[in-house]
T-cell receptor, first 112, second 115 residues
Framework: DQQVKQNSPSLSVQEGRISILNCDYT??????FLWYKKYPAEGPTFLIS?????DKNEDGRFTVFLNKSAKHLSLHIVPSQPGDSAVYFC???????????FGAGTILRVKS | NAGVMQNPRHLVRRRGQEARLRCSPM?????VYWYRQLPEEGLKFMVY????????ESGMPKERFSAEFPKEGPSILRIQQVVRGDSAAYFC?????????????FGPGTRLTVL
């Protein structure tokens, strides 16, 4: 069963505009959420995270929003840059933190 | 500080052979995780190890797969008698001893192709 879902396989955005990547989860025991970025032939790189006690976390151009009641989180990238083109994975973990549960990923293409 | 290292980067095996994938965690990290990514899918957790101990192997197939993280040397993921369905990218991640958050640092992966 897919506990973390990224329903948009791909997203195309113009350079300078906002990119919004979405993620839904089903397991109410998740209390920590992360976003990873992955280029082809490389491993995922940690981007930003959020604890379930918060509803927003910001780091430079990247902001993650968490809506616990809707079991939904989103990653906002603004302004988007061509170098942001990659696959973005949403991941979640429970408090014991031993493993990450990943979504299937969203391919982001930023056009210049 | 070198990142997580995995070797080989690419591995080709024929059906029935053994595959050994190696992972050296970041310096100071004693927690190692293995994930598998099948084509068009996200990463799936396989196993979590600390030095000399398997902590959680709930994602490991029951047969043919094993993992170890000895006191000295890299972590090894071993796949015996490989089949075509084992073809995937295998990623190793590590995290430090004291983790207040769950950030895991990933290696570049080993791409296994079974002919």
């Amino acid at each position: 069963d897919q506990q973390v879902k990224q329903n948009s396989p791909s997203l195309s955005v113009q350079e300078g505009r906002i990119s919004i990547l979405n993620c839904d989860y089903t397991n109410s025991m998740f209390d920590y959420f992360l976003w990873y970025k992955k280029y082809p032939a490389e491993g995922p790189t940690f981007l930003i995270s959020i604890s379930s006690i918060k509803d927003k976390n910001e780091d430079g151009r990247f902001t993650v929003f968490l809506n616990k009641s809707a079991k939904h989180l989103s990653l906002h990238i603004v302004p988007s840059q061509p170098g942001d083109s990659a696959v973005y994975f949403c991941a979640a973990a429970t408090s014991d933190g031993n493993k990450l549960v990943f979504g299937a990923g969203t391919i982001l293409r930023v056009k210049s | 500080n070198a990142g997580v290292m995995q070797n080989p980067r690419h591995l080709v095996r024929r059906r029935g052979q053994e595959a050994r994938l190696r992972c050296s965690p970041m310096k100071g990290h004693s927690h190692v995780y293995w994930y598998r990514q099948l084509p068009e899918e996200g990463l799936k957790f396989m196993v979590y190890l600390q030095k000399e101990n398997i902590i959680d192997e709930s994602g490991m197939p029951k047969e043919r797969f094993s993992a170890e993280f000895p006191k000295e040397g890299p972590s090894i993921l071993r796949i015996q008698q490989v089949v075509r369905g084992d073809s995937a990218a295998y990623f190793c991640a590590s995290s430090p001893d004291l983790v207040s958050y769950n950030e895991q640092f990933f290696g570049p992966g080993t791409r296994l192709t079974v002919l």
